[in-house]
């Protein structure tokens, strides 16, 4: 790591990216709609942008997101852009690694919530927007957190139902089904024995 100094770049050498939607067609359907500035223009796989470089003391277009051919006979296009193999092993690896914390590698059904996970950061992870932050991996971790929570989430709720047909059914619920009927009903006892105690002991508090 190494600090640089500002005064030491070339101002004609740099490359300057500034977030815009001016060159991505408006929406008209949505616009009775709209709540944010990217809801008036049709929907992309990633937060627009456009690169200007300085010739002379003037700025200078010299790329644009979402386009094909040069910057005059060229056209909007959604389709040429897309997860590099490169980004794509990164999420791979990102799932793994997340899914062997302690309180995931657990779950029998972790190799599902895995999956999930890598289809939901090959739908959002180009949606990355650097003009709101600067850290791509947080926003790759709280991907995973939410996806990997959703799973367990749905599994818990299939869980109850299952049990709950197994009870009526006059089967043994789930092992955990259990352990959460043992643990209420021994705090009903302790309860009461404390209630036995106060009376016992002429308070009531």
Avoid at 185 to 199: H, L
Wanted: hydrophobic letters at 30%; one cysteine or more.
């Amino acid at each position: 790591m190494f600090t640089v100094d500002p005064s030491d770049l070339d101002p004609s050498e740099l490359v300057y990216r500034v977030m815009t939607f001016q060159h991505i067609p408006e929406d008209r359907k949505k616009k009775r709609k709209a709540r944010k500035v990217s809801d008036l223009y049709t929907r992309c796989n990633f937060p627009p942008f456009k690169h200007f470089i300085i010739v002379n003391g003037t700025t200078k277009e010299v790329l644009r997101s979402h386009w094909e051919g040069d910057m005059i006979s060229g056209n909007f296009s959604t389709t040429h852009g897309k997860t590099t193999d490169g980004l794509a092993r990164i999420y791979l690896k990102l799932c793994e690694r997340y899914s062997m914390k302690s309180n995931w590698r657990g779950y029998s059904y972790v190799d599902e919530m895995r999956d999930n996970a890598i289809l939901q950061l090959s739908q959002v992870g180009l949606q990355f927007n650097e003009f709101k932050g600067q850290n791509p991996f947080a926003y790759f971790t709280a991907t995973l957190s939410n996806s990997f929570t959703r799973v367990l989430n749905l599994e818990r709720k299939n869980q109850d139902i299952r049990d709950n047909l197994l009870q009526e059914a006059g089967q043994m619920p789930s092992f955990n089904r259990q352990l959460e009927h043992e643990e209420r009903e021994r705090s009903k006892w302790d309860e009461r024995i404390d209630q036995e105690r106060r009376e016992a002991s002429g308070t009531n508090f």
